[in-house]
């Protein structure tokens, strides 16, 4: 609303008002950072691997002098760590027990629209939802949320969202190979999870979910969790740790990097391993957007991984609500001995090889608040139809001056430039979400095909949206459906309305 009003000047004047967090130092790290379980499953005879998630209502201390009433999955605050290999069969059997009708999104995932999760699959309270899928994709480090349309941002927010792990037997991301060592992966110990999030909390200990901080992203808050631990400290045992990123936030872009600018291998990214390590001193991940990185201590050392402002090669001229706050996010302490660490594999994953030659389409999305090409979010209109087996380029663009993300379900993509130039180290893996700024135009490929088991007559669509989850929810969402070759590539619906 604020921007549809106000326009340009507002958000800008807002933006400034909003500009200073400034927290750096005043974190203790007193705490030990929790680690999210792995969640229990059991095989059936088919080879089945069955999961439970029970979404719940409960309360968490994060140091405000009131516990604050959070939601969780099987527990207060986020959920356990689904894991699964290529190849196996998976249901996941999701009971709503928060009395808000929501739904669990498989983020990143490739599977039939129908076991998606995103708006139309509805799971109302007391009822239970069962869907299974194959899984038909490289070792990766996925994440599950809720997805309710206009809902997204308060039951994100509230808790509800935990991590989804996918194995390879023949990734070096998950056991060592005849071509050499393995990358870190005994989880918890040096494959460490980190679900990064900020929050408001009021004077009463309850997250604020709509109030003093809103700005033209959303919501910004000044208190960073860590696996749900405010001030955490991790407690680290080997001589690499590999840990697993996740921007969880509702608005927040994070830059990570160490307080003393050690560099770190960056290893994966949304859709799984890169092609080979590139030492990197900082990474920014948007909101949904993950980044698996392997840090190297020596005994007895400490550093801070934080969140610095924006860099100007992302930002430019345009630094906006939160891009210039420095935050406080996890203290590394190494213990005086460290368990050795095998050396870092060369190669990863053969690089993503989606030729935009082959295009058969290129469309543009530009993205603003509340709209996608001017067009709100409608559940009943299909705003693009694509044909298995296609590749399509797809040309991404910020239209109102606020920065934007773009994550498109079910596939994961190649960006092909940002702004005319190559994609920087951090995008040139498999990506499922990806940063448009003001000003940047983003071009990626994308090859799809239709999943096992996708019911090919029901055309139901999948998701492409800004996952800042207040554009979200205010309609900066679309759909499309995948359907089988031979069908056709088309705009049905949104032809006629666009303006
Ligand atoms: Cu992580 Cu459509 O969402
Ligand atoms: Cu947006």
Redesign the pocket.
């Known amino acids: 609303a604020v921007l549809a009003v106000g326009g340009f000047a507002v958000f800008i004047a807002v933006s400034l008002l909003n500009a200073k967090v400034d927290t750096v130092g005043t974190v203790d790290f007193d705490r030990p950072l929790a680690v999210p379980p792995l969640a229990e499953s059991r095989v059936e005879a088919d080879g089945t691997r069955v999961f439970a998630l029970r979404m719940q209502e409960g309360e968490s201390d994060f140091g405000a002098p009131r516990p604050t009433p959070t939601w969780g999955f099987d527990g207060d605050f986020l959920g356990p760590t689904l894991r699964a290999t290529r190849g196996e069969k998976v249901r996941v059997e999701v009971t709503n027990d928060v009395g808000e009708t929501s739904t669990v999104h498989w983020h990143g995932m490739h599977l039939p629209p129908a076991m998606d999760g995103g708006p139309h699959q509805a799971i109302a309270p007391g009822t239970t939802w069962k869907p299974h899928w194959t899984i038909d994709q490289p070792a990766a480090t996925l994440w599950y949320h809720p997805h309710p349309h206009g809902e997204t941002a308060a039951h994100v927010r509230r808790g509800l969202a935990g991590m989804f792990v996918l194995d390879d037997a023949g990734s070096p991301g998950t056991t060592s190979t005849d071509d050499g060592p393995a990358l870190p992966h005994t989880y918890g110990v040096d494959d460490v999870p980190l679900i990064v999030q900020d929050v408001q909390l009021e004077d009463d200990g309850r997250l604020d979910e709509n109030g003093s901080f809103l700005s033209p992203?959303g919501l910004l808050g000044d208190t960073i969790l860590v696996n749900g631990t405010p001030g955490p400290y991790d407690e680290v045992t080997a001589e690499r740790t590999r840990y697993r990123l996740l921007n969880a936030s509702s608005a927040r872009t994070f830059t990570f990097t160490f307080s003393d600018r050690r560099s770190f291998a960056l290893v994966g990214t949304d859709g799984g391993l890169v092609e080979q390590p590139s030492q990197l001193e900082e990474i920014v991940l948007t909101p949904g957007e993950r980044a698996e990185i392997v840090v190297t201590m020596e005994p007895g050392e400490r550093t801070v991984l934080r969140s610095a402002p924006l860099p100007e090669r992302v930002a430019d001229s345009n630094r906006l609500a939160g891009d210039d706050d420095h935050l406080d996010v996890l203290e590394l302490r190494a213990a005086d001995r460290l368990t050795p660490s095998a050396p870092l594999p060369r190669r990863l994953a053969p690089a993503p090889d989606v030729d935009p030659d082959d295009a058969v389409r290129t469309r543009a999305f530009a993205?603003?608040?509340q709209a996608i090409n001017g067009l709100e979010m409608d559940m009943s209109r299909i705003d693009a139809q694509v044909e298995a087996g296609t590749t399509e380029i797809w040309e991404l663009s910020?239209r109102d001056g606020?920065?934007?993300?773009f994550h498109v379900h079910d596939v994961q993509f190649q960006v092909l430039d940002v702004d005319g130039e190559e994609p920087s180290p951090d995008q040139r893996g498999w990506k499922d979400t990806v940063s448009?700024r003001p000003g940047k135009q983003v071009r990626v490929a994308l090859r799809f095909d239709l999943p096992a088991g996708t019911d090919e007559a029901a055309d139901t669509p999948y998701m492409f949206h800004?996952?800042?989850l207040?554009?979200?929810d205010a309609g900066?969402m679309g759909q499309f459906v995948v359907v089988p070759a031979g069908r056709g590539s088309d705009t049905p619906d949104a032809s006629d309305e666009a303006s």
């Open positions: 992203v993205v603003s608040s910020a606020s920065p934007h993300n448009v800004c996952h800042l207040r554009h979200e900066a």
